[in-house]
Every structure is written in C-alpha cells, then in structure tokens.
C-alpha cells in the first residue's frame, strides 16, 4: 500500500461525522489525534486545540526562513453516513480509487496536504512557515476555521490553501449563503368544514411560486454565475384531518461576491411580505469568496500546477468553504484539492489516489515557489 494509502485509508477508517449543534464525540478528536501522531512519526510536532467539548482541531508549524506564515487548511469532519452504497468507514480500494464517507471531502485533501508538510518538514527550510490546520465542524457552522483565526491572531500570513474537492483546479471565487425560514399564519380547523379555516400551506403556496420562478435581482459573478433562491425544506400541518394553521418552509440563497447577507435578508423580507409571508432572521451565514487572481499564493499555485503540466487558469467553484472566513479576515486564500464536488457527499463517495499523491506535490512545489515574482 502507498503512503497516501495507508494515510487515507486511516483517516476514512475513523468515523467523524459532524455532530451539528452536539459536543463530541462525533470522531473529530480521534482524527485530530491520528493527524497528530501521524505528523510526530514524520518528524512533525503537532497539538490539538480544543474548540468544543471533545471537538479539536489540530495545528502543526513548520517553520520557514520568513515567519509570514502559508496556511493549509482542510477539515476533520464529515456529512452523514445515511444511504452509501459502499462501506462508509472501511477505505476500500478498488482500481486505484479510495471509497468511503469523507475520502473526497476532505480527508483527501488533508491526506495531500499532510504528505506536503511531511516533505517540506525535511530538508532547505521553505521560504515561508507552513501551518497545517486540520479543523473540526466545517459542514455544519465553520467554528472550527473561527477558532483557527483567534489562535492565528496576529501573526503575519503569505495567503493559504484549503484543501476540498476542486478536481485539481485552483479556485479563487465561491458564493456565499443566507438560509432563513419563511414563514405563513391561518387559522387551523377541522378538515370537514375547510370554509371555517385558513388553511397555511393554501397561503404559502403563492410564496414558494414566487421563490421558483422569481431569481434574485443581482448581475451575474463572471466566474460564479448567477445567485440563486432554492426552497429546501417544508413543514405544514399536524395531522390528517385537521385544516394547517401554520407553514413554515427554508430557503437556501446563494449570494455573490459583493452581496450584503443583511441586504439580502431584508430584501427577500420585504420581498415576500408583500405576498403575505414572515421571515425569520438567518440561521445560517456565510460570505463569499473571490480572492484576486494574482494574489502570491494563487500565482504559485498556478505556477505549480503548470509545471506539473495541470490546467493552471483559476476558477469558481459553487459550493461553500472555510476560504471565505479566512479571506474575510484579511487571508488571501484559494480552494485546492483532489476528488471531484461530484462525488462528495455521494452514496459511493471516492477520490483517485493518484490525485491525492499529484496533489501533494503540487502543494508542496507551490509553498516553495511562493515568493517567486509573477511570470509575464
């Protein structure tokens, strides 16, 4: 077996599905510890920092002859086992591909990012520090990249990489999130004498009509596309014979960059106000990322992935990540990894190990290449 193997196949063996708004222990630690020991047999000291009770991450410093320091960052955590086709935690290989829950997203990445340090723990010093984050809670409410940033602090930062399946492509833009519940008020009766009632879900049906056929009012991302307003849950009625009094359904909005979740918000308020709805403030937000293209950190990677003879043009991508809150907090930062979006969170989640391997070694070459001045 390969080191990114036998790596990979560690890390999918321990189960770490996020626990959501539950303390550990969900299996992040036992990831953060098996992370932790994995680097000390490679000559890499590492510690965990707890974030939540029996939650960690893990953080490990490499350090360079500048101080300003590279981040690599994936996450510990994954998404639910329910409906895989493939054992979830047994990291089967079959024709060069790892399968299981968490292989693609984003213990693959990790595993690349973890092979990178090792190599680059060895040997000239590289020309910045490199600190290796593995963070716990990033499917469900990102505390553990908040976390991360607190015990960063003040400390100066070159950019970073955050490892999630992006098929080997840099990608410097992704939308944010807004996701609120909407919400519509009748008055509950029996099912036998409707006229005597007011029926919620009868009231909501004009609003979902609306969220479907009505997309936001904002230009198009030149990499990202167009935001868009999805309606992902409903929940109306209690039981069979009874007329619904309330309705309540989610609404998913991917924002741009440059989009204001509160403007969003307010907006899509008013917006279904106007049809008889009541919106609840956001449960969940999350910016957007659109990081400039010639950026150090997304020129080395660049520079690497073509000397690697990879497609080297930076991209979007559609979903979220940790980038956004670290570019937020003045971090220049890309998307990079092995796998594809496609098959994370799928029934028979996989990565290619040989990706994972042709990842590490593009990390590795563009945390040495960073700092070279930009081709022209």
């Keep these: 077996m390969t080191g990114a193997a036998s790596l990979l196949t560690g890390l999918v063996r321990i189960p770490s599905v996020n626990p959501r708004s539950g303390a550990g222990d969900g299996g992040e630690r036992a ?16 510690e965990l920092h707890e974030v939540l009770p029996g939650r960690c991450n893990v953080v490990a410093v490499v350090p360079g002859r500048d101080p300003a320091a590279v ?18 935690h047994e990291g089967v290989v079959r024709d060069g591909r790892l399968y299981g829950r968490g292989a693609c997203d984003a213990k693959g990445p990790l595993a690349a990012f973890l092979l990178a340090t090792a190599q680059l723990a060895h040997g ?10 593995g963070v716990c809670d990033e499917e469900h409410a990102y505390r553990g990249v908040l976390r991360l940033l607190e015990w960063l602090g003040d400390r100066p930062m070159a950019g970073a990489i955050v490892g999630e399946p992006t098929g080997l492509i840099p990608a410097i833009a992704h939308k944010g999130v807004v996701r609120y519940t909407v919400r519509t008020r009748g008055r509950a009766g029996h099912s036998s004498r409707p006229e005597e009632a007011v029926n919620a879900i009868a009231l909501m049906s004009p609003v979902i009509a609306h969220l479907t056929t009505t997309p936001p009012a904002t230009a198009p991302h030149p990499l990202l596309g167009p935001a868009t307003r999805t309606v992902t ?54 910016p957007a990322l659109d990081t400039p293209p010639d950026s150090p950190v997304v020129t080395a990677l660049c520079r690497a992935l073509a000397r690697h ?22 971090i220049p930062s890309v998307v990079f ?5 496609t098959d994370a969170h799928s029934a028979a989640e996989s990565v290619a190990l040989a990706d994972v391997e042709l990842a590490a070694r593009i990390v590795q070459a563009a945390v040495r290449g960073l700092g070279e001045p930009p081709c022209v």
């Design 31 to 46: 990831v953060a510890e098996y992370v932790r020991d994995w680097l000390g047999r490679h000559g890499v000291r590492a």
């Design 71 to 88: 981040l690599l960052e994936s996450h510990l955590d994954t998404v639910e086992t329910d409906g895989m086709t493939v054992p979830p």
């Design 124 to 133: 000239e010093p590289p020309p910045h520090t490199v600190v290796l984050a």
């Design 233 to 286: 849950r409903i929940r109306g009625g209690t039981g069979p014979n009874t007329v619904p009094g309330t309705c309540e359904l989610d609404v998913d909005r991917r924002t741009l960059p440059g989009e204001d979740p509160d403007t969003v918000w307010r907006k899509d308020r008013a917006e279904l106000a106007s049809l008889g709805a009541e919106l609840d403030s956001p449960f969940t937000v999350d």
């Design 309 to 330: 003879d990879r497609p080297a043009e930076a991209q979007g991508m559609p979903f979220g990540t940790d980038a956004s809150k670290l570019a937020r907090a003045g």
């Design 337 to 341: 990894g092995p796998g594809s979006v």
